[in-house]
């Protein structure tokens, strides 16, 4: 069936350095992926997006790159800041206009240390 | 500044209560969602509204439903509340063509 999912629970990095975080998606005809970031205490915060016509966008310090082949979705932070810590979600796009629902995974925690 | 506001962010009821959660938006979405996060589970969709008194079923809508009177107002109810339904429930928007969704501040239910 339909998941989306992440590959490891927890990210601990280097305040300054790069951080990555993977995401799988099951669901070949997902036309468009988010991610999505949720600090302590308050809902998810969209990030950046991506359709699935493209391979890579960026936006301030963050990049999302997405391979079709083998369905994976990554989303680059750089250099990492205390205020980047939080929980990250990717989610895919599921069904067209008014039907359109978005399936999230199960989050990755990103901890930056000082 | 878009706004998704939930009328609680804490709530605790006992088995058996009907529980009533609220959200508006301020930004004249169509769309609207209701979800519930539990911890290693990620956001899990219950309901969702493209449209005034219309809704339709998510992944988990078993023992809620739902109600949309207004464009801006969706609103989450727990028939018969039980402690299963303990959770974080957050509440989200959208415009019709676009799949970004905007969230609320969320709702920690507790039933005991």
């Known amino acids: 069936g339909e998941s989306v999912g992440l590959h490891l629970p927890t990210l601990s990095v280097q305040e300054g350095d790069n951080s990555i975080i993977n995401c799988a998606y099951s669901?070949?005809?997902?036309?468009?992926f988010i991610w999505y970031k949720q600090e302590s205490g308050k809902g998810p915060q969209f990030i950046i997006d991506i359709r699935s016509n493209m391979d890579k966008r960026q936006g301030q310090r963050v990049t999302v790159l997405l391979n079709k082949t083998v369905k994976h979705l990554s989303l680059q932070i750089a250099a990492t800041q205390p205020g980047d810590s939080a929980v990250y979600f990717c989610a895919e796009n599921r069904g067209r206009g008014a039907n359109s629902k978005l399936t999230f995974g199960k989050g990755i925690t990103l901890s930056v240390r000082p | 500044d878009v706004k998704v506001t939930q009328s609680s962010r804490y709530l605790v009821k006992r088995t058996g209560e009907k529980v009533f959660l609220e959200c508006v938006q301020d930004m004249d979405h169509e769309n609207m969602f209701w979800y519930r996060q539990d911890p290693g589970l990620g956001l899990r969709l219950i309901y969702f509204?493209?449209?005034?008194?219309?809704?339709e079923k998510g992944d988990i809508p078993e023992g809620y439903s739902v109600s949309r009177e207004k464009k801006e107002r969706f609103s989450l109810i727990l028939e018969s509340a039980s402690t299963n339904q303990t959770s974080m429930y957050l509440c989200?928007?959208?415009?019709?063509?676009?799949?970004?969704?905007?969230f609320g501040p969320g709702t920690r239910l507790t039933v005991l």
């Open positions: 669901n070949s005809a997902s036309d468009y």
């Open positions: 989200a928007s959208s415009l019709v063509y676009t799949n970004e969704q905007f």
């Open positions: 509204s493209y449209d005034v008194k219309m809704k």
